[in-house]
């Protein structure tokens, strides 16, 4: 197979230093091509760069040069950091976010809302529809989210502005809610061939790289004053 390294076009992208995403400094764009080689696996937390999320996929992702393809139920997530200084800044994180797929694919974002609490404030978000994530469009939250016994979040489905409002709140009790990985996932029973997955600035790539293009010098003809 031909996607053997990394192909970053920027000089060094933000989301790639320490296995970390920090939006709070200005991300250098970036392309970044994904090698064909084995994603780590979820296991006590979320290993950084690329893995696949607990329940392990009965069947492994595929690589080629056309793309990756899962077979659900697979989630394939982007492992880091991403501190949310405001709802503004998950709502930024949401419409950098895309993807390029053949076949039904849902993108999520595992939350902390209270990373340094007793209660952590776990839940994963997600748009109920498949595709790039619309901020107009309906959410999910995979779990119940409280904050000092306060709930700022039911499990079930929410308009984007009812998450706003719960980042707002959990800021507003002292908590710093962090998203620890951004991804997407496949359901149960169907497939889909994905050939990029974008957010925060940079854009993965599970396709063959292309090669690079070598101009060729244009000889130009001499002129002679007579």
Partial sequence: MKKTRLAVT????????????LLA????????????????????????????????PETAPVDDET?????GKTQLLYGGIIDVAGPDTFTSLVESSAVDADG???????????PDGENLGFTTLRPVDPGTPATDAEW??????????EVILTEGPHTFAEIQT??????????????LAVGVFVDTGAEALVRSISFAGD?????????????????EEATFAG
């Fill in 10 to 21: 920027a000089a060094i992208s933000s989301s790639l230093l320490a296995g970390s995403m």
């Fill in 104 to 114: 039904d694919t849902y993108f999520q974002y595992p939350i902390f809302f209270n």
């Fill in 67 to 71: 793309g990756i393809t899962l077979t």
């Fill in 140 to 149: 999910y939250s995979s779990w119940e989210v409280r904050i000092d016994g």
């Fill in 203 to 219: 854009n993965y790539y599970f396709t063959e790289e292309p090669e690079a293009v070598v101009p060729v010098p244009v000889e």
């Fill in 25 to 56: 400094a200005p991300a250098l764009a970036a392309d970044v091509y994904v090698p064909d080689a084995p994603k780590g696996v979820e296991g006590d937390s979320y290993p950084a760069g690329w893995f696949t999320g607990n329940p392990q």
């Fill in 166 to 179: 719960a980042f707002q709140g959990a800021i507003d009790a002292g908590a710093a809610p962090e998203v």
